[in-house]
């Protein structure tokens, strides 16, 4: 993957699909890395898009230029990243999609660059517009392992065998057998970033208040916590067998979207659906990417 530099990072990311095409920005999460889109990128060159998917900070070939640099990565900071990786590539007006991290992303880019953002869409996510309440019983048993890593011990777990808690979540949360050990292998070389584990940790801490976000990103941190609704074309697609996300999770969640919004579910499919079933994501963003005037 070439490189370019942002900020206090060398993002490494790729471009697919024909030259002046719309341009969407796909966006990975956690565990996992930006090979998650390639099937569907292949679609989306194919339909006429042109697709740029960055590494985001502390994942695969993304570095951060200062040895001194605090390692943060919050929703925010990434924001900022994706929107300064934009910047360097002349890319004004774009779409962008997003899974897991990703997806809160592309809302927080909604929120502080409206109008650089055609619509987006979310991915085995929901949204934090309004702030982050204290979870349910029920979904805070499913984000136990946000709570174990704000424990020295959890911390220090994690940070000897970021694989094995990694493989655990690629376990439960999708169907039996939904991916095979050497793709998983293969993404996992990309968690041997020396900053995964910073990042990752901060990532969760910061979502809690537990820590703060980065202080060049907390301008957008406070504006998404502010922002209780937005109104560009919006797209959820989630899993019905996402082992992260209590049945209810989205129940109220076209509150929050006053434009032209769809909730897609997909059956049998768990937390990964761009890995597990990307013929259907893909045949469901194509027409969201169109469907709306730009």
Known sequence: MPTTTVRNLDVAYTVSG??????????HGWPDDSSTWDPVVDQLSTAGYCAVVPSLRGFGDTRFRSGTDVRTGDASILAMDAIGLMDVLSIRRFAVVGHDWGSSVA????????????RIAMLSTSPRLGGMPTPSFEQAQMDWYQWFIATPRGARAVRDDRRGFAHFHWVNWGPPGWFDEATFSRVARAWDNPDWIDVTLHSYLSRWDIAPP???SAWLDSKVKATSSLSLPVVIIQGEADGVSSPGALNDVHEKFKGQFELVTLPAVGHFPQREVPDQVAAHLIPFLSRYPR
């Open 18 to 27: 024909p030259a002046n095409a719309p341009i969407v920005l796909l966006l």
């Open 214 to 216: 980065d202080p060049l």
């Open 107 to 118: 809302e927080a880019l909604a929120v502080g660059w409206p109008d650089r953002i055609e």
